[in-house]
């Protein structure tokens, strides 16, 4: 079996693009119905919210199947939490600085608290600062309970077990007293399902893993259509279960594709898997930025909502892969190499107190 540096999992990043790009027509299609009256459209991309149960479900994949070696090894802990705040907050940062800008500039209050608060994407009561950010308070729980399986193997598998429970229990009866929801939130449940397809497959090759993409697809065009008949409400705890299980098996479907090479993933969606968390993460600063320059130019009341729909999608996206490549990337570039590099010149000062490997 391939190692996991030696492994490129296109179609994973290709999930990646493919999440973030529904979550943004989702949104943009939900402000064109709430400015302009698009109901029948936004009835069919309804379900476009759940590219967030296909991200934390990726995430709890590439968690474990990347770090699957650093459990219980405490001397990695470094590594694996320079490698996790580089990946998010660094673009989070300025996601957050051009939020805080906005909502200033549009005669809104933001309490120093919030700016205080939102420095770290933990769990809080209320919206934060950026709309999205609430799926990075999930990931950020997820992170600090994943760091406790590296320093110490069994009380991270019980710290993990604990949290599952407290997931399960609170789906059932409801959370035992008020906390955030990214602390008992069933979307929690999706980064074990996530972890269990990166323990699979590791174990060795998945044979019927065409099936499993199949089914995945098939089941989740399947619930995307009862939710946008209405007949299933996408916010409730069984969409959680519905959605979790088709993206688990596309996932499992994905990885085992990328690991055969049976399919070259389409340059176009590298693009956007390469650019996902941007994509993400900016898209209601670029909404917000193109809705105030559409309606300074009176387009809202001579192009289509349709028309402005379709604009907005792409300059959306577009926004993202730019920020992506100009921001994000270089930004998290140099901070990693700043690290690397104190940490060489400190290698180099120092004494060696013995022989050096």
């Avoid at 320059?293 to 009341?301: H, V």
């Amino acid at each position: 079996m391939a190692t996991t540096g030696s492994v490129r999992l296109g179609w994973i990043e290709a999930c990646r693009g493919v999440a973030a790009t529904a979550v943004v027509i989702y949104h943009v299609v939900r402000h064109f119905n709430k400015n302009g009256g698009l109901s029948h459209l936004a009835s069919m991309v309804q379900f476009g919210h759940a590219g967030v149960d296909l991200f934390f479900v990726i995430s709890g994949f590439i968690i474990l199947f990347v770090h699957f070696g650093d459990i219980g090894q405490p001397a990695r802990i470094g590594r694996y939490v320079e490698r996790r705040l580089t990946r998010i907050l660094p673009a989070y940062w300025v996601a957050v600085a051009l939020s805080a800008a906005m909502i200033v500039a549009g005669g809104h209050d933001l309490p120093l608290r919030d700016v205080i608060w939102a420095i770290l994407p933990v769990p809080i009561f209320g919206e934060p600062i950026v709309d999205v950010a609430w799926t990075l308070q999930f990931e950020f729980v997820f992170y600090v309970l994943f760091a406790v399986l590296i320093l110490h193997r069994r009380a991270g598998i019980l710290a993990m077990l604990v949290w599952l429970t407290v997931i399960v229990v609170s789906a059932v009866r409801g959370p035992a007293f008020h906390m955030p929801g990214a602390l008992y939130g069933l979307f929690s449940a999706e980064f074990f399902a996530g972890m269990a397809v990166a323990y699979r497959l590791r174990q060795g090759a998945m044979p019927g893993y065409r099936a499993a993409l199949a089914a995945g697809i098939a089941l989740f065009a399947c619930f995307a259509v009862v939710e946008d008949l209405g007949w299933l409400n996408g916010y409730g705890s069984f969409a959680r279960i519905a959605y979790g299980l088709a993206s688990t098996l596309v996932i499992l479907g994905a990885v085992e594709a990328s690991r055969q090479s049976v399919v070259r993933v389409p340059s176009v969606l590298q693009v956007l898997g390469a650019a996902s968390y941007s994509i993400y993460l900016f898209q209601f600063v670029f909404i917000g930025v193109a809705w105030q320059l559409w309606l300074a130019a009176g387009f809202e009341t001579t192009v289509s909502p349709g028309i402005g729909c379709v604009v907005f999608i792409l300059v959306t996206i577009g926004g993202g892969i730019l920020t992506s490549r100009l921001v994000e990337h270089p930004l998290m570039n140099l901070i990693r190499n700043g690290i690397h590099g104190r940490g060489r010149r400190k290698m180099a000062g120092a004494v060696p107190a013995g022989p050096v490997a």
